[in-house]
């Protein structure tokens, strides 16, 4: 399990971890792009497979996605394209259900495996019928991170983190994806109802963009993950250098 074992590592050695999301196929450069960030700091990187109705992302990630369909990316296209990848930070996926049932269970678990990728993220699969993909994914050796949100009830959030893999995400706010300007005590109580809870490490999502946030975010958890910020950069013509830019200041800020 290398991408829950290199978190916990990390975590356990003191650090607050960073987690950045990446769209696949964004662009010719997306690949320097996730070589950008790792170089920057991160400790695992969410590669987004794009799907036509992502109900979970908010128009930045949207944007990114079309943009990314448009060019000719697949979900086939992105795992090939990451198996390039020349890096030993943990990789993941995020996408939607639909792409997962399209390609089948095992044929997209082992087709992670094959690209090098640890884990993966099914926003729209609930833990209630996890169990095809679960059970597969578990077999290939792939890390399932589920996710729990603020209205949450206890019990089902526990049953959330026993049934996790690599991770926890943490929703910090309801809503879609998207940078927000506040979010502070609803960061930091999600964070602490899932330590309750868990030794899973936990990481806190949705709506963080800038080194003060991460750092009030992570204070409560183990660590943040970073999307709608660094994909608004990419989306405005920045490149590698300017993911870079972005993750070492967040970096930085959680190193503090």
């Not at 990446?22 to 991160?42: F, N």
């Not at 996408?95 to 269970?105: K, R, S």
């Not at 309801?174 to 899973?200: I, N």
Request: proline share 5%; glycine share 12%; charged share 20%.
């Amino acid at each position: 399990m290398k991408l829950e074992s290199h978190l916990r590592a990390r975590r356990d050695g003191g650090a607050k971890l960073l987690v950045p999301y990446v769209t696949g196929g964004l662009g010719a450069e997306w690949l320097d792009v996730v070589r950008a960030v790792c170089d920057a700091g991160a400790d695992a990187v969410e590669i987004g497979i794009p799907f036509s109705d992502p109900v979970m992302d908010g128009p930045t990630i949207q944007e990114a996605s079309q943009r990314a369909l448009e060019g000719g990316a697949t979900p086939s296209s992105i795992i090939a394209e990451a198996a390039k990848l020349d890096v030993d930070t943990p990789l993941a996926v995020m996408t939607y259900y639909n792409v997962v049932h399209h390609a089948g269970y095992r044929r997209f678990a082992a087709s992670l495996i094959g690209a090098g990728i640890d884990g993966a993220i099914v926003p729209d699969l609930p833990l209630d019928e996890l169990d095809g993909w679960g059970d597969a994914a578990d077999a290939a050796g792939v890390e399932t991170v589920l996710l729990a949100a603020p209205t949450t009830p206890d019990d089902r959030l526990a049953a959330i983190c026993e049934r996790s893999r690599g991770f926890v995400y943490g929703i910090a706010l309801l809503g879609v994806t998207g940078a927000r300007d506040e979010f502070g005590p609803a960061a930091t109580r999600m964070g602490q109802r899932l330590k309750a809870v868990t030794d899973l490490p936990v990481l806190i999502g949705l709506g963080i963009s800038s080194g003060a946030q991460a750092a009030a975010a992570a204070a409560a958890a183990d660590g943040v993950i970073v999307g709608s910020a660094l994909i608004a950069r990419l989306l405005d013509g920045g490149g590698p250098d300017a993911a870079h830019a972005l993750i070492s200041e967040l970096r930085k800020a959680l190193d503090a």
